[in-house]
């Protein structure tokens, strides 16, 4: 039996309590593996083709430790290789990069799981074949097998995990109340269905997911009204910004509320006319809908960090902090689209120059502390 990723580029080996993922390369053995179990692995993904057509070179496969990469698992461990899988997701779209060179830009079509079963004495293989009436098996000879790459998977050529966050969500899940793991599961299981990249993906069914993700995270109710000060409270910059004022209100606009309540509550709000059918709402929008789905993205990764810090199970880094302290200016600007001059008087996306404004303040601070020069 081998479970694996084969979309999945993975750059290093994780291990986060009884499982790992381990980097597959056509090219190089495993190397606690014999020849004959890395020749059928290479046989069995060779089936996996690349958009040229030719068998894919890198994957990813999970083994339980203390267990071969090959060994029959029980459903039980299927089951937790699937959540340990969801979570490994979640932690390469938390630190996705957006804007720039997208090295390490990745969707959840990457972190497709596929089980096969072989016998080593023949090309035979078992696909699962997921239905909604009954799971089943179709058995094939690998010779006549060819399975090709999604279109919006075929240019990622490079995934990294976030281990810190993966082991935050682990150590969160053996806390109590089980109740609230089981929000948190849905949250990120609704989050990553949100970031498929799949264009047969409608829009209007990522924004629903994503409201559900920021609701059930939160444990609001299904209303905006609860939504909205609920993500306030727990998404909290060190600088908060008030709507009124900034580029996307008008100076005459009545509202007494922060940017980020006025944007959660607008983008729950709206969810409303998706979820009941109508695809054209007719409401107001300060943002249009590709900016709302871009900073849901943006911001439901940050809320699960805050959440994970407040119960000291993870401890934001400088890009996390840079992207909550540079949420509010971003989603206040007049357009995301715009491209204010850098330093170098180069072209650069708002939202990239933010978070190195950011990243430039405190090295500046840091530098001044270490040399005894702080006011």
């Not at 291990?15 to 993922?21: E, L, S």
């Not at 994957?59 to 969801?86: I, M, R, W, Y």
């Not at 089943?136 to 976030?162: A, E, F, K, Y």
Request: aromatic share 10%; glycine share 4%; hydrophobic share 40%.
């Amino acid at each position: 039996m081998l479970l694996f990723m084969p979309w999945c580029p993975i750059d290093q080996e994780y291990t986060v309590g009884d499982i790992r993922i381990l980097p597959f390369d056509r090219q190089q053995p495993i190397a606690e593996l014999d020849g004959t179990i890395n020749a059928k692995i290479n046989e069995i993904l060779g089936s996996y083709r690349n958009i040229k057509g030719e068998p894919i070179r890198k994957a990813a496969l999970l083994q339980f430790v203390g267990k071969s990469a090959v060994a029959d698992l029980t459903p039980e461990e299927l089951d937790s290789a699937a959540d340990f899988v969801s979570w490994a997701c979640f932690s390469a779209l938390a630190r996705r990069d957006y804007f720039g060179l997208q090295l390490d830009y990745c969707n959840s079509d990457n972190f497709s799981l596929v089980l096969q079963k072989f016998d080593l004495t023949s090309d035979v293989t078992c696909l699962q074949v997921h239905r909604r009436d009954d799971d089943t098996w179709s058995g094939r000879s690998m010779l006549d097998t060819v399975l090709s790459i999604p279109i919006n998977c075929h240019t990622v050529q490079r995934i990294s995990l976030d281990g810190d966050v993966v082991s935050g969500i682990k150590r969160a899940r053996g806390a109590p109340p089980e109740q609230d793991f089981r929000r948190w599961q849905e949250a990120i299981d609704c989050f990553n269905q949100s970031c498929t990249d799949d264009p047969k993906f409608r829009d209007h069914v990522a924004w629903v997911l994503l409201c559900a993700a920021l609701q059930r995270i939160l444990g609001a109710k299904s209303k905006a009204d609860d939504v909205a000060p609920k993500f306030e409270r727990h998404f909290t910059p060190p600088r908060p910004r008030m709507a009124k004022g900034t580029a996307r209100f008008k100076s005459d606009s009545n509202t007494d509320h922060s940017v980020r309540y006025e944007w959660s509550h607008e983008f729950y709000r709206i969810r409303g006319d998706f979820a009941h059918g109508n695809l054209s709402p007719t409401q107001t929008m300060r943002w249009t809908p590709r900016e709302h789905l871009f900073l849901a993205t943006i911001a439901f990764p940050l809320l699960v960090k805050s959440l994970l810090l407040s119960k000291g199970y993870y401890e934001l880094t400088l890009d996390d902090r840079a992207q909550i302290e540079s949420f509010e200016e971003f989603a206040s600007a007049a357009s995301f689209g715009s491209t204010p001059k850098s330093d170098d008087d180069q072209p650069q996306a708002l939202w990239p120059l933010l978070i190195d404004n950011y990243r430039q303040k405190e090295f500046r601070a840091n530098l001044a502390r270490d040399l005894g020069l702080e006011s």
